[in-house]
């Protein structure tokens, strides 16, 4: 789609787990001039937010009206979400953050031995291999997503992006998706480290590919 060609959209959801490029993302998605939230704002813990409302049977962004674009919002038990919200929020666009597979492990085990509340989360979680140091489970699980997300959007191509920000991936994939014009900067680097271009980059594309 040409960059000049603008888009009408509701909101905008990136869809990858954690450790894949969301904080770069929602920079990009501010220096746009899309209001946008990751992780926490003023109205709490997003993730928090979207959870409870799913299980009160709300509108899951119910008290985050006021913003458009989505980022680092799941939890390992509410990533699959994204079927609901794109039920509940029409017209929407989604991205699916992702990275190297091995690249991700590796900064998923360094996140996870960073948690402050690590303990009360494996007492909350006990039968979620999301708190503990377990590559194989995880591998399992980001596997299984990027599959369902394939999945679910094999039909609707133009509404999903995936997006590999640690590869090298910028304004030249998010503004023609958006149709949206480039801004005349970088684009923003938060939290990234350069990757390892595995195999499993190559699966994924194999996922993806139209026709």
């Known amino acids: ?27 990009a998605f501010l220096k746009l001039g899309i209001p946008s939230v990751h992780f926490e704002c003023a109205e709490g813990n997003i993730k928090d937010i979207i959870e409870t409302n799913h299980t009160r049977g709300r509108p899951l962004l119910e008290g985050l009206e006021r913003y458009v674009a989505f980022s ?15 039920e509940q929020y029409p017209g929407s666009l989604f991205i699916l953050n992702t990275r190297d597979i091995e690249s991700w492990l590796e900064s998923r085990e360094k996140h996870v031995r960073r948690l402050p509340d690590l303990e009360r989360l494996r007492e909350e979680h006990p039968d979620s ?58 684009f923003p680097q938060k939290n990234v480290a350069p990757e390892r271009r595995g195999g499993f980059r190559r699966r994924l594309a194999g996922l993806f590919r139209r026709g």
């Open 129 to 186: 291999s999301w708190y503990r140091i377990d590559r194989a489970a995880w591998r399992r699980d980001y596997e299984a997503h990027h599959a369902a997300v394939a999945e679910y959007f094999a039909d609707r191509p133009d509404d999903l992006l995936v997006m590999d920000v640690a590869a090298g991936d910028g304004w030249d994939k998010l503004c023609p998706f958006l149709g949206l014009p480039e801004p005349g900067r970088p």
């Open 72 to 86: 680092d919002w799941t939890k390992p038990h509410t990533a699959n979400l994204f079927r609901v919200l794109d």
């Open 1 to 27: 789609m040409p960059a000049a060609e603008r888009r009408s959209f509701n909101r905008i959801f990136c869809i990858g787990l954690n450790k894949t490029g969301t904080s770069s993302l929602h920079a």
